[in-house]
């Protein structure tokens, strides 16, 4: 049973950071690739940063420069550091192991200008 728990989320002010977290169960985690996507009100989920196996990364062009994936296998753990956040973060994260219909519960990213 896969199951993936995301956190770290919360209301940070333009141009602040957060880093979210999302832990993976189900002895899968080192192999397979890992994504975080988006979704804000009224928008459709948007792939935002992805790690492959091999900790290879890739970045939608809105979040390049501020934002950086990372894993750490012996944790089962992907992380998302966030850096210069802007108003149009505003969305629900989620992560996702890639190629498969995995998903958590998603946390909330609120920034205010």
């Known amino acids: 049973q896969v199951q993936l728990v995301e956190s770290g989320g919360g209301l940070v002010q333009f141009g602040g950071s957060l880093r979210l977290s999302c832990v993976a169960s189900?002895?899968?985690?080192?192999?397979?690739?890992m994504n975080w996507y988006r979704q804000a009100p009224g928008k459709q989920r948007e792939l935002v940063a992805a790690?492959?196996?091999?900790?290879?990364?890739n970045y939608a062009d809105s979040v390049k420069g501020r934002f950086t994936i990372s894993r750490d296998n012996a944790k089962n753990t992907v992380y998302l550091q966030m850096n210069d956040l802007k108003p149009e973060d505003t969305a629900v994260y989620y992560c996702?192991?890639?190629?498969?219909?995995?998903w958590g519960q998603g946390t909330q990213v609120t920034v205010s200008s």
């Open positions: 996702n192991v890639h190629n498969y219909d995995y």
């Open positions: 189900g002895g899968f985690f080192s192999l397979y690739g």
């Open positions: 790690i492959t196996k091999g900790s290879s990364t």
